[in-house]
Structure formats: C-alpha cells, structure tokens
C-alpha cells in the first residue's frame, strides 16, 4: 500500500514572482520548441530531437530578445524539452489516446 502525503505551499510574494517568471519562461521554451519540431516535420520531413532542442536552448538564451531566460534556472527549462521529447516519443509509439476513443469512454460514463 502506498501513501501519499499532501502539503499546501503558501509562497511569499518574491517566491510567487520567481515561480511566476519560471513557469512563463518553461511555457514559453516548450511551445517555441513545439513550433520549431512541427514546422521541420511539415517543411522538410525532418525530425528534431532532445539533443537539438536543447543546443537550441542555449542559441536562444543568447539572443538579446530572449535574455529573460537566463534570469531563471535552466534545469525547468531542460524539463519542459524533455517532456515534449517524451510526448512525441508516446505518440509515435501509439501510446496516446486517441480523441474519438475518449468520446467513447464518456459516453459509457466513464
């Protein structure tokens, strides 16, 4: 049997900011890096994995419009690519759900 323990966490409002900013910078690193793999597959049928995303990391956390990133740890960001590489990786693996089947399941009533 496993337990699990549940704990409120009551930021003070330098905390919130900072968790605020980091998990801006994390969605933005994700989806930037979404885009960038789509338009790759759809333009030239190439794949982009982990290894590039995460050189690409670098490239941008030097561009002077994206110089906020580097006021946030990176270790977020590094994570926000490896659970995109994880989720192409479950799709191409057919480990997704697909959306009619979802239907389905609710009509059933679960």
């Not at 995460?54 to 990176?74: H, I, P, R």
Request: hydrophobic share 35%.
């Amino acid at each position: 049997m496993e337990k699990a323990y549940s704990y409120r966490f009551y930021p003070t409002p330098e905390q919130e900011s900072l968790l605020r900013r980091t998990l801006g910078c994390v969605r933005l690193v994700y989806n930037k890096a979404l885009h960038l793999r789509t338009q790759a597959w759809y333009e030239r049928q190439e794949r982009v994995g982990y290894a590039q995303t995460s050189s690409m990391l670098t490239d941008w956390k030097k561009q002077e419009e994206l110089d906020f990133l580097n006021e946030v740890s990176c270790v977020p960001l590094q994570q926000g690519l490896r659970h995109l590489q994880t989720a192409f990786t479950n799709f191409f693996a057919g480990r997704t759900i697909a959306f009619f089947s979802l239907l389905r399941y609710k009509s059933y009533g679960f």
